[in-house]
């Protein structure tokens, strides 16, 4: 394996990552100020009203992370505003679902946690109260994903959709594996490099079955509603004919990403096959029913943390001042760390 420094983005030789992003919550009754969101993430501390009567921080954030466990409508850990004032009712729900005039795409809302050409493994910490988005760490050590020649980080926007949970106890019928214990992961696509904790309307194009170390991990292909591209992609065949060598090179990322910490490569089911909108649209659906049975007691949740403000037949809703209570005894912002030069180097792999 060779290994060459990969190019830095903006020349600097050194960086800082968020170590966390708390979610802020609702109530304050009144414009100014600002969230731990946006003291930590540098978004504007405007706030503005929130399409459930109450404010949010122009980052996004609002009522303890939506409807936990995953955050909700109103992103969680900063970013650009979502556009509550003119959504529909369907268009409030997490994920959002509505059919628009020209066919039936069907819109998701996504929490983006790792901006495209990034390193840093930012994710849901699903065994935290509320859900923060935190960067991974281990051994000790925050995680940070190789570069693998000639990508530069990670290649598309990558997050999650909110309100779904890939069950470690359910076995897939066409993977054969069980779930991650994780929301499902989303790949987007589009020209815009996103930022940390925004929440984004995106078309789904198609699901890629990814096996990751034994367990089920989907990754659906979407792309953002306001993209320029959006109107002329539509489904999985129109990201081959628009983005030629972009499924490609995804499927070898997910395959490869990591060898580089001496690990066996990825598998897939289906051969390595990226499935089709309406394939992709009922694993969602799934993982929406697997996360309606984890917030009402109906599957074992282990170590995830459930509670929520806002499903209020759940057993794990709180009020606004219990989730308020929890954001504030979360620990003060703080600098992070030096990135060692290690993250930036370029890994040549035999493929």
């Given at each position: 394996?060779?290994?060459?420094?990969?190019?830095?983005?903006?020349?600097?030789r050194k960086r800082t990552e968020p170590r966390e992003a708390p979610a802020c919550v609702r109530g304050s009754g009144r414009p100014g100020g600002g969230c731990g969101c946006c003291s930590r993430l540098g978004a504007a501390p405007a706030p503005e009203r929130g399409g459930g009567g109450g404010w949010r921080c122009?980052?996004?954030?609002?009522?303890?992370?939506?409807?936990?466990?995953?955050?909700?409508?109103?992103?969680?850990?900063?970013?650009?505003?979502?556009?509550?004032?003119?959504?529909?009712?369907?268009?409030?729900?997490?994920?959002?679902?509505?059919?628009?005039?020209?066919?039936?795409?069907?819109?998701?809302?996504?929490?983006?946690?790792?901006?495209?050409?990034?390193?840093?493994?930012?994710?849901?910490?699903?065994?935290?109260?509320?859900?923060?988005?935190?960067?991974?760490?281990?051994?000790?050590?925050?995680?940070?994903?190789?570069?693998?020649?000639?990508?530069?980080?990670?290649?598309?926007?990558?997050?999650?959709?909110?309100?779904?949970?890939?069950?470690?106890?359910?076995?897939?019928?066409?993977?054969?594996?069980?779930?991650?214990?994780?929301?499902?992961?989303?790949?987007?696509?589009?020209?815009?490099?996103?930022?940390?904790?925004?929440?984004?309307?995106?078309?789904?194009?198609?699901?890629?079955?990814?096996?990751?170390?034994?367990?089920?991990?989907?990754?659906?292909?979407?792309?953002?509603?306001?993209?320029?591209?959006?109107?002329?992609?539509?489904?999985?065949?129109?990201?081959?004919?628009?983005?030629?060598?972009?499924?490609?090179?995804?499927?070898?990322?997910?395959?490869?990403?990591?060898?580089?910490?001496?690990?066996?490569?990825?598998?897939?089911?289906?051969?390595?096959?990226?499935?089709?909108?309406?394939?992709?649209?009922?694993?969602?659906?799934?993982?929406?029913?697997?996360?309606?049975?984890?917030?009402?007691?109906?599957?074992?949740?282990?170590?995830?943390?459930?509670?929520?403000?806002?499903?209020?037949?759940?057993?794990?809703?709180?009020?606004?001042?219990?989730?308020?209570?929890?954001?504030?005894?979360?620990?003060?912002?703080?600098?992070g760390d030096s990135v060692s030069a290690e993250v930036d180097v370029w890994h040549f792999l035999n493929k």
């Amino acid at each position: 394996m060779l290994r060459l420094p990969a190019p830095r983005a903006g020349g600097r030789r050194k960086r800082t990552e968020p170590r966390e992003a708390p979610a802020c919550v609702r109530g304050s009754g009144r414009p100014g100020g600002g969230c731990g969101c946006c003291s930590r993430l540098g978004a504007a501390p405007a706030p503005e009203r929130g399409g459930g009567g109450g404010w949010r921080c122009r980052c996004g954030a609002a009522a303890a992370a939506g409807s936990a466990p995953w955050p909700g409508a109103a992103r969680s850990r900063g970013g650009g505003p979502t556009r509550p004032s003119t959504a529909s009712t369907s268009d409030k729900e997490v994920p959002a679902k509505r059919s628009k005039t020209n066919g039936s795409e069907v819109v998701f809302n996504m929490v983006v946690e790792v901006p495209r050409w990034s390193n840093a493994k930012m994710e849901i910490a699903t065994k935290e109260p509320l859900n923060p988005i935190k960067q991974d760490i281990k051994r000790g050590k925050l995680r940070y994903v190789a570069n693998i020649f000639p990508h530069k980080g990670y290649i598309w926007n990558y997050g999650a959709l909110p309100q779904t949970w890939e069950d470690p106890r359910h076995k897939d019928k066409d993977t054969g594996c069980c779930g991650d214990n994780d929301p499902i992961d989303v790949c987007e696509i589009g020209t815009k490099v996103h930022s940390p904790g925004e929440i984004i309307q995106v078309k789904v194009l198609g699901v890629l079955a990814l096996i990751d170390e034994g367990e089920t991990d989907w990754k659906i292909i979407a792309i953002s509603v306001d993209d320029p591209e959006a109107q002329k992609i539509h489904d999985i065949d129109d990201v081959k004919k628009y983005k030629p060598g972009y499924l490609e090179a995804t499927a070898e990322w997910f395959r490869l990403y990591k060898v580089p910490d001496d690990k066996p490569e990825n598998q897939f089911a289906f051969n390595g096959e990226f499935k089709d909108k309406d394939f992709a649209v009922e694993i969602i659906k799934s993982t929406h029913e697997y996360w309606k049975a984890l917030l009402h007691k109906k599957a074992d949740r282990g170590a995830i943390k459930c509670t929520n403000v806002l499903v209020h037949d759940s057993p794990f809703c709180c009020s606004e001042e219990d989730a308020r209570l929890i954001v504030q005894s979360a620990p003060p912002p703080a600098s992070g760390d030096s990135v060692s030069a290690e993250v930036d180097v370029w890994h040549f792999l035999n493929k």
